[in-house]
């Protein structure tokens, strides 16, 4: 019984050394992990990038754009990245979502070109980023520094996306009516005015613009019976008269 007592006597005296000594060592490890390993390589952003292959930018382009908001590891604020990945001309959507702590994921969806665009209000000095551009096939315009070749039609107006959304809107509706005649270019000022394949301008003006094209398509169906078509296809007819239209071969 006494040996019993005093063995339970050493192990309670002993027993807080242990528990001492273990958060020494404890300490001591991790001290050695943090002077060992670089913390900074660790709390560092990782980010999986999946970018479109139709985007023209690289992603070194896209990683510089979003650098100053990645730089606070702990606060990782994943909406303003979407909204300035997003603000890039040549980025329609981007998808972020955290995989885990400072490791995210980044989908990048390219713009889809649907009409090459020019400001009407430019000259020659196409250098300007709002002389030149696209509209996408969502009918939104964007003037993107780089400039990529496209053999999309060319549409022409001022310098405003709700215009431009218009002569999207437009485009849609003239080329389904003279189909299968092809629409190369098209022009909006206080009119609309379109040039069709192979050097054939229709004016169209301000108002009762279908109804004008689709009265175009008859007289054009007409006078191919009496006017010779290399006459014809370079001809400018100018619908815009009450009744009837004017025709400039």
């Known amino acids: 019984m006494k040996y019993k007592r005093r063995n339970g006597r050493k192990k309670s005296i002993y027993q807080p050394i242990f528990k001492l000594l273990s958060i020494v060592v404890l300490i001591g490890l991790i001290v050695w992990i943090i002077q060992n390993t670089r913390p900074s390589e660790f709390l560092k952003v990782d980010i999986n990038w999946e970018i479109d292959k139709d985007l023209p930018i690289t992603q070194q382009a896209l990683e510089q ?4 908001l990645i730089t606070a590891t702990y606060q990782l604020n994943l909406h303003d990245i979407k909204h300035e990945l997003e603000h890039h001309p040549w980025v329609a959507e981007a998808k972020v ?7 995210i994921n980044i989908k990048i969806s390219a713009q889809k070109i649907s009409m090459r665009w020019k400001n009407k209000n430019c000259q020659n000095n196409v250098k300007i980023q709002t002389c030149q551009g696209y509209i996408s096939t969502k009918g939104e315009l964007f003037t993107p520094n780089k400039i990529i070749k496209s053999d999309a039609i060319i549409a022409t107006s001022a310098h405003d996306k709700d215009i431009a959304k218009a002569l999207f809107d437009h485009y849609q509706t003239y080329q389904a009516i003279i189909k299968p005649m092809l629409i190369v270019s098209i022009l909006k000022t ?16 301000y108002q009762k613009q ?15 019976q009496s006017i010779a078509r290399t006459k014809l296809d370079r001809a400018t007819f100018d619908m815009r ?4 239209f004017s025709l400039k071969l």
């Open 65 to 68: 754009h979003i650098s100053s």
């Open 97 to 103: 979502k955290r995989l885990f702590w400072n490791f």
């Open 190 to 205: 206080n009119i609309d005015t379109i040039f069709i394949k192979p050097n054939i301008k229709v004016i169209l003006g």
């Open 210 to 224: 279908r109804q004008r094209l689709k009265n175009f398509v008859k007289v054009y169906k007409k006078l191919r």
């Open 241 to 244: 008269y009450p009744k009837g």
